[in-house]
């Protein structure tokens, strides 16, 4: 298990809602163990002495904290036990979902135009593409490389095990989508360095219920990419992906050393690879 750090678990508290001076105050009082008043917990945590009692004064109010009365009558604090707190801030997330699952979509408008946006770098591209495979209900088609996969197979094998429909081909061998993840192929036909030659990158493609996509490329430590929600668009990323697999098939049935006569002979296979002139 990755160990984490201190910076973390304020991180952490932080995108749960707390403030900063919160989550180090509530830290510190879950270090000490035992009750402490404002001025050891500011000395514990950095939170400034003119706001350490606000800040506890916050957690008291959000249930995070409580005071009790030390032997001087004056108020010490003790944290609510992490496991209750994280219990309680799971409950309250969950309220938050299911009632914006309700009323967000009365305040949404009608958009003017299908979405469409740009990916800058690697880590946007596979969060977007992350967020197409968790979203997709019914079908889910993909064109991926093993450097890419180590990131999206768990999101993949996910997808599968909720009954979504996948179908995927693979630019090389990569153990987190194996079969049982769905209808996964490897590319055979071309060979996956031959492909990375002719086009000088790895070309991903992601296709969520045939009606948001994300397709971009990897190479030399740089990346670029968009995300749509066109359906035309995403229709036709899908079918790039399904008749890359129809193709992996008909290798497998026919043979490789078929299909490469009938690729390098048949007239309209070569009009439409671009070799028959010349």
Same mark, same amino acid.
């Given at each position: ?18 403030? #900063? ?15 402490? &008043?404002?001025? *050891? +917990? ?5 939170? $400034? ?10 957690? +008291?109010?959000? %249930? ?16 609510? $036990? $992490? ?8 409950? *309250?997330?969950? %309220? ?11 305040? =949404?408008?009608? !958009?003017?135009?299908?979405? @469409?946006? &740009? ?15 968790? #979203? ?13 996969? /180590? ?11 909720? %009954? ?11 153990? $987190? ?5 769905? &209808? ?15 086009? #000088? ?12 996509? =994300? =397709? ?8 670029? %990419? @968009? ?21 992996? @098939?008909?290798? *497998? ?13 048949? !007239?309209?296979?070569? /009009?439409?690879?671009? /070799?028959?002139?010349?």
């Amino acid at each position: 298990m990755t160990a984490v750090s201190t910076r973390d678990v304020l991180d952490h508290l932080q995108r749960l809602g707390m403030s #900063g001076y919160e989550a180090k105050a509530y830290v510190a009082l879950v270090a000490a163990g035992r009750p402490v &008043n404002g001025y *050891e +917990v500011a000395k514990r945590s950095g939170v $400034p002495r003119s706001t350490v009692y606000e800040t506890l004064g916050k957690l +008291v109010a959000r %249930g995070a904290a409580y005071e009790v009365r030390g032997s001087s009558d004056a108020t010490d604090y003790l944290p609510l $036990p $992490p496991a209750a707190l994280l219990d309680r801030m799971r409950r *309250e997330f969950d %309220g938050s979902v299911e009632a914006l699952q309700a009323a967000l979509p009365a305040v =949404v408008a009608a !958009p003017e135009a299908h979405l @469409i946006h &740009n990916l800058k770098d690697a880590e946007a591209m596979l969060a977007r593409a992350g967020d197409v495979i968790a #979203g997709a209900r019914r079908d889910l088609f993909l064109s991926i490389w093993p450097e890419e996969t /180590r990131r999206l197979g768990p999101r993949v094998r996910e997808a599968a095990d909720r %009954g979504v429909e996948v179908s995927v081909i693979t630019f090389g061998k990569e153990g $987190p989508l194996e079969d049982r993840a769905g &209808n996964v192929r490897e590319h055979r036909f071309s060979a996956p360095e031959t492909v990375l030659e002719d086009l #000088g990158y790895r070309l991903i493609v992601v296709v969520g219920d045939r009606r948001e996509a =994300v =397709v971009g490329g990897f190479g030399d430590g740089e990346a670029w %990419g @968009i995300y749509t929600a066109d359906p035309a668009v995403a229709l036709m990323a899908a079918e790039y992906v399904r008749q890359d697999l129809v193709l992996q @098939i008909l290798a *497998e049935r026919l043979g490789a050393d078929e299909l490469d006569r009938l690729f390098a002979t048949d !007239p309209d296979l070569l /009009r439409l690879l671009g /070799r028959g002139r010349g």
